[in-house]
């Protein structure tokens, strides 16, 4: 649904109200002129064993909304050892020394709550929405499974998870057409031992390899509360609340110091040009990636609104050309795709029936050199903060939002209302600053990637240039090699 200006305003200005106008009292935090960002009212606090609290006060709703979040994911993983953050995804809700395998699940449920988990590539998040006077209920589960989960992690438990994730990446990755590009397009742009280069789900060959001591040398190192964090907002007492959380986490032990990757924004020094054949597929796709920076770097403020002004809405430069104009797509996604630390930008292309992917890449190209060489209207750009600002007030409403956000603040930042300093940034971007990351992030060295139905190498945007055909095991074996290869070869 298209936003307006008009209703952006709106929103913004009612959840001033919900706020109680109390960003006000914040200093130095304003998003553009006239408008202050909302804060959250937040009290943060360290248990002695290293756990962080951060508890939010809000009455508007008689519910409750608790997240934990361990600063793991797919990064800490070692290659030859992926898959684990994702697989303890799964194994959190298999039972621990007092909450029996499928009690996680069916105790939440029978209060009314709701609950689930996320992996990505630099961290785990657990989560419950429950009403506000059954809020002890998930404090404690969430703290049996931290304190307990390996009393009853056995071989025949883990064996019986690891093959519902293979199950999982059957049917996420490995049979649906193109399931793999986001595999090739990372093996690709990242040396093999960096760690954004693998997938979070994992490979089959890793998974089956997971010994149980691995798996459980995994959990004692990273779900420990000195790396986690507790968020907890909505109908409830801090300092009750506070009692639950000295109670049910105050005894659990921490854990080892943690040594954590650091890791260099990297450059491609030059075009790869991929193909990938899929049996499943029907019709071809492309796809455009960039190395760029991650979520630490101070470019990805306008990174985030270059890939708006390119594809936000109907008037955004490529979906208008592609989608409308031309008529060359049914869609097209562009995103600068952030990690804690590097990331890479992105679009992807899905053609309309029978529309070449070489002219598709000649008009990419096009609007690509259009944003570096001619100047960006102020309105232009204004337009796509309006959008990023409404966006991130109007989620601030919900309890379980609220606490994610504070929790992503102080893992990633720590600081828990660091959504506000991003807000203020994210609204201070320039046309110049937008021009200026494409010119410096959106150059040759990149990947582009044909994904053309098996058999129909015809389709390959720009045939006659050298491309290699990969699939994700051949793109990790070319990631230490950055010049393209003679065309066609396996």
């Known amino acids: 649904m298209t936003r307006t200006v008009r209703s952006a305003r709106a929103a913004l200005a009612a959840a001033c109200l919900l706020y109680g106008g109390a960003a006000r009292a914040q200093s130095g935090a304003r998003a553009s002129a006239g408008i202050d960002v909302p804060t959250i009212p937040m009290v943060r606090y360290v248990l002695p064993n290293g756990m962080t609290a951060l508890l939010s006060e809000d009455h508007s709703a008689p519910v409750a909304a608790l997240t934990v979040w361990y600063h793991v994911g797919s990064k800490n993983e070692k290659p030859g050892r992926t898959g684990f953050a994702h697989l303890f995804e799964h194994m959190m809700f298999e039972g621990s020394q007092n909450v029996a395998s499928g009690e996680h699940r069916r105790l939440v449920q029978s209060i009314g709550g709701s609950f689930n988990g996320t992996t990505t590539e630099d961290r785990t998040n657990y989560f419950e929405t429950v009403p506000s006077n059954q809020l002890e209920t998930a404090i404690w589960l969430e703290s049996d499974r931290m304190a307990t989960l390996l009393e009853r992690l056995t071989q025949e438990r883990l064996d019986a998870e690891r093959e519902i994730v293979k199950n999982e990446r059957r049917l996420r990755v490995d049979n649906q057409p193109f399931g793999v590009a986001d595999e090739v397009t990372t093996a690709a742009l990242f040396p093999g031992t960096y760690p954004y280069s693998w997938p979070v789900i994992g490979s089959m060959t890793d998974l089956s390899a997971a010994s149980l001591e691995d798996v459980k040398d995994f959990f004692r190192t990273y779900y420990a509360p000195n790396n986690a964090t507790i968020a907890i907002s909505g109908d409830i007492d801090v300092a009750r609340t506070r009692q639950l959380l000295d109670r049910y986490f105050g005894a659990i032990p921490r854990g080892p110091a943690i040594v954590r990757p650091r890791l260099a924004d990297l450059t491609l020094p030059a075009e790869k040009r991929l193909v990938l054949e899929d049996s499943r597929a029907r019709a071809p796709q492309i796809t455009f990636s960039w190395p760029s920076v991650g979520n630490h770097a101070a470019d990805h403020y306008a990174l985030d609104a270059l890939g708006s002004v390119l594809t936000l809405d109907r008037t955004s430069r490529l979906r208008k050309v592609l989608v409308y104009d031309r008529q060359l797509a049914s869609n097209v996604f562009a995103f600068n795709n952030a990690f804690e630390d590097g990331g890479f930008f992105h679009v992807t292309v899905t053609p309309r029936p029978n529309a070449s992917l070489s002219d598709i890449e000649a008009v990419v190209d096009s609007v690509v050199a259009a944003v570096k060489t001619a100047p960006l209207a102020r309105a232009e750009v204004q337009r796509v903060k309006n959008?990023?600002?409404?966006?991130?007030?109007?989620?601030?409403?919900?309890?379980?939002?609220?606490?994610?956000?504070?929790?992503?603040?102080?893992?990633?930042?720590?600081?828990?209302?660091?959504?506000?300093?991003?807000?203020?940034?994210?609204?201070?971007?320039?046309?110049?600053?937008?021009?200026?990351v494409a010119r410096r992030y959106l150059t040759r060295g990149r990947v582009v990637l044909s994904m053309v139905p098996?058999?129909?190498?015809?389709?390959?945007?720009?045939?006659?240039?050298?491309?290699?055909?990969?699939?994700?095991?051949?793109?990790?074996?070319?990631?230490?090699a950055p010049t393209t290869t003679a065309g066609g070869t396996n």
């Open 387 to 436: 959008y990023d600002l409404v966006d991130a007030v109007t989620g601030l409403q919900f309890s379980l939002a609220r606490a994610e956000k504070m929790a992503e603040g102080e893992v990633f930042y720590h600081d828990p209302l660091s959504y506000r300093t991003d807000l203020a940034k994210s609204q201070a971007v320039t046309p110049a600053d937008v021009q200026r």
């Open 454 to 480: 098996a058999g129909k190498l015809d389709q390959v945007s720009k045939p006659s240039l050298p491309y290699t055909n990969v699939t994700p095991r051949a793109a990790a074996a070319t990631a230490a």
